[in-house]
């Protein structure tokens, strides 16, 4: 948390934030509003940490460690687990997070620590808490009329996730969504992403995920993402996609050979999946609907490329030389 307070300015994010997020005010009185970047530097703890916006709460009173981040005393007015979560359902109506997380991008880019030397393309699931529905309800869900369901009880339709999916893996089951990602293959920073349930098969978001700026660029990917000459011919990416064996057709000893070889790259992936998975404690998403998904994934996103950075930026005696400045 030291080095997450020194290797990084969160003053960058804050024009942004007060020019997207302040409101009028309506007249004279009420409570002041927190700080943006102060309600901003606690939802990153929260996506690091994994925490529920209670817990949040419970962790900033006490640890001295957090408020030592935070830049909070004991004596201070500290935000309470409903105005972390009123600051979080803000940031998702009004979409904020895939915005915060291209600002980021951008200063990246400028300093130079996405080398766009090759691009890595995977996906992740991301587990929502499993939903105890009737057949019948469950068929209108895939259906899509999960909307219409529960009108007479709002209060519990508010806990029904009508967005997350079922799907298998290698005879694993999974419910929830996923979070798929292009990575810089040298820096091993999240390029762009996209979230969707855990149905939708990666295939189908590989053309969304690359940009004219990945022209030229190596493209490394599992067995999964075979058979895009399409979608490769349209960015004109160099295609290093593992190729897949068939039943009648299987891979010559050439073929292995070539896919070991591009298993040391595409390999650095895990790591990134990996650090949100152990250190990162989790990747659960406790909340409801696609809405709320895409902002808590695409913070956990954020969240790793900030960490990244720091440990980028890291000199060998362990002092962080880098800080994003304002």
Same mark, same amino acid.
């Given at each position: 948390?030291?080095?997450?307070?020194?290797?990084?300015?969160?003053? #960058?994010?804050?024009?942004?934030?007060?020019?997207?997020?302040?409101?009028?005010?309506?007249?004279? =009185?009420?409570?002041?509003?927190?700080?943006?970047?102060?309600? #901003?530097?606690?939802?990153?703890?929260?996506?690091?940490?994994?925490?529920?916006? *209670?817990?949040?709460?419970?962790?900033?009173?006490?640890?001295?460690?957090?408020?030592?981040?935070?830049?909070?005393?004991?004596?201070?007015?500290?935000? *309470?687990?409903?105005?972390?979560?009123?600051?979080?359902?803000?940031?998702?109506?009004?979409?904020?997070?895939?915005?915060? /997380?291209?600002?980021?991008?951008?200063?990246?880019? @400028?300093?130079?620590?996405?080398?766009?030397?090759?691009?890595?393309?995977?996906?992740?699931?991301?587990?929502?808490?499993?939903?105890?529905?009737?057949?019948?309800?469950?068929?209108?869900?895939?259906?899509?009329?999960?909307?219409?369901? &529960?009108?007479? +009880?709002?209060?519990?339709?508010?806990?029904?996730?009508?967005?997350?999916? &079922? +799907?298998?893996?290698?005879?694993?089951?999974?419910?929830?969504?996923?979070?798929?990602?292009?990575?810089?293959?040298?820096?091993?920073?999240?390029?762009?992403? +996209?979230?969707?349930?855990?149905?939708?098969? *990666?295939?189908?978001?590989?053309?969304?995920?690359?940009?004219?700026?990945?022209?030229?660029?190596?493209?490394?990917?599992?067995?999964?993402?075979?058979?895009?000459?399409?979608?490769?011919?349209?960015?004109?990416?160099?295609? @290093?996609?593992?190729?897949?064996?068939?039943?009648?057709?299987?891979? +010559?000893?050439?073929?292995?050979?070539?896919?070991?070889?591009?298993?040391?790259?595409?390999?650095?992936?895990?790591?990134? /999946?990996?650090?949100?998975?152990?250190?990162?404690?989790?990747?659960?998403?406790?909340?409801? =609907?696609?809405?709320?998904?895409?902002?808590?994934?695409?913070?956990?996103?954020?969240?790793?490329?900030? /960490?990244?950075?720091?440990?980028?930026?890291?000199?060998?005696? =362990?002092?962080?030389?880098?800080?994003?400045?304002?």
């Amino acid at each position: 948390m030291e080095k997450l307070d020194l290797g990084m300015d969160f003053e #960058f994010f804050r024009d942004f934030l007060e020019e997207r997020l302040t409101k009028k005010a309506k007249g004279k =009185g009420g409570r002041p509003l927190y700080d943006y970047v102060l309600m #901003f530097k606690i939802i990153i703890l929260q996506r690091y940490y994994n925490l529920s916006d *209670d817990q949040a709460e419970y962790q900033i009173n006490d640890h001295m460690s957090f408020m030592r981040f935070l830049n909070l005393t004991i004596s201070d007015d500290i935000p *309470d687990s409903k105005t972390i979560w009123h600051f979080s359902e803000r940031l998702t109506y009004f979409d904020l997070v895939e915005e915060l /997380f291209t600002l980021f991008g951008k200063e990246l880019q @400028k300093l130079g620590l996405i080398v766009n030397e090759g691009k890595i393309i995977d996906a992740s699931f991301v587990k929502a808490p499993k939903q105890r529905n009737s057949k019948e309800k469950n068929d209108q869900i895939k259906q899509g009329k999960g909307s219409e369901l &529960w009108k007479d +009880t709002p209060n519990k339709k508010l806990q029904k996730d009508i967005d997350a999916r &079922w +799907t298998k893996k290698n005879s694993q089951s999974y419910y929830g969504y996923k979070n798929h990602a292009k990575i810089d293959s040298k820096s091993k920073l999240i390029d762009t992403y +996209t979230v969707t349930d855990a149905s939708v098969h *990666d295939l189908q978001t590989i053309d969304g995920l690359l940009n004219e700026n990945d022209k030229d660029q190596e493209l490394y990917a599992d067995s999964a993402y075979v058979e895009q000459e399409e979608t490769i011919e349209k960015h004109k990416v160099v295609n @290093k996609i593992h190729e897949k064996g068939y039943k009648n057709k299987p891979l +010559t000893e050439q073929q292995k050979e070539t896919n070991t070889e591009k298993s040391r790259v595409r390999a650095r992936v895990e790591h990134i /999946f990996g650090f949100m998975e152990n250190s990162m404690s989790c990747m659960y998403f406790r909340k409801a =609907g696609i809405k709320r998904a895409k902002t808590v994934i695409g913070l956990m996103n954020l969240t790793y490329n900030i /960490f990244r950075t720091i440990q980028l930026n890291t000199t060998n005696n =362990g002092n962080v030389c880098f800080v994003v400045n304002a």
